[in-house]
């Protein structure tokens, strides 16, 4: 295997734990890997507020990937590269869910949108560090000012549901949009056709002048799979979904047992795992 040039971790059931803290251990394992020169690419589906903080706490210099990877910014928040969701698309997507009593978040760049707030959206911001959503009435209503990167769409305790939403979308919207459920069962993505993570960060390892197979992918939701086919070294948190292990090369401990640490101490570090 060739030496790991560039680590790109995921945060949320990855890098923190389920505390949506990060663990010292793990924080340690990151601080050695920057010391020896390695490259730390966050890759999360939140937004740029949401990693400031890991970023001033590792001092990051690289840029990171947000939105899902439709979002490239440096540690400052200047975009790179940015990918929208077209809005009529978008306006389809928020009426058919609507209609049928799911809530929606539209993401554009760090702010997040909503009709109304609710505990679900309101815990974006006290659980996941995201910015505080602003309920702005119909969505509808702002999608020929404002630009959105991706749409949120949750049915609170009803997986099922989703999962059924998610496969009409696939056959109604077939290459206008690209639906995924991140690790959340009763949440989904909605995002433009041909993008996501593993995508920017195809272009991210290129601006950087890093070769796909010196780089290993840390994550634990399917939006982690592409980064998995992309790189050297996929590997898959404890507690993953079974497609997420399948799809890694490797599977380490849960986000609770500072798997990532597991990661970076035994590929990248070369040392004994504790």
Known sequence: ?????????????????????????????????????????????????????????????????????????????????????????????????????????????????????????????????????????????????????????????EPQKITELRGEFEIQLVNKVRVLQPSFGDMMEVLPPNTGKGSALKTLLNDLGVHPEKAMAIGDGENDIDMFHLVGLGVAMGNSWDIVKNAANVVVGTNDEDGVAQAIEKFVLNETPQ
């Open 1 to 157: 295997m060739s030496p790991i040039e560039l680590i790109a971790i995921d945060l949320d059931g990855t890098l923190l734990n389920s505390k949506h803290q990060l663990s010292k251990r793990n924080e340690g394992a990151v601080r050695k890997a920057l010391e020896r020169g390695v490259k730390v690419i966050l890759v999360t589906g939140k937004t740029h507020f949401s990693a400031k903080y890991l970023i001033e706490t590792f001092g990051l210099k690289t840029p990171s990937i947000f939105n899902q990877g439709l979002i490239t910014a440096l540690p400052d928040g200047k975009v790179t590269h940015q990918s929208l969701l077209d809005p009529d698309v978008a306006r389809y997507v928020i009426t058919y869910a609507e209609n049928k009593g799911f809530d929606i978040a539209a993401y554009s760049g760090t702010k997040i949108f909503v009709k109304t707030l609710n505990t679900w959206f309101e815990d974006l911001n006290r659980k996941y560090h995201e910015p505080m959503p602003q309920a702005v009435g119909d969505v509808r209503n702002i999608l020929d000012e404002i630009s959105i990167n991706k749409l949120l769409v949750l049915k609170e305790g």
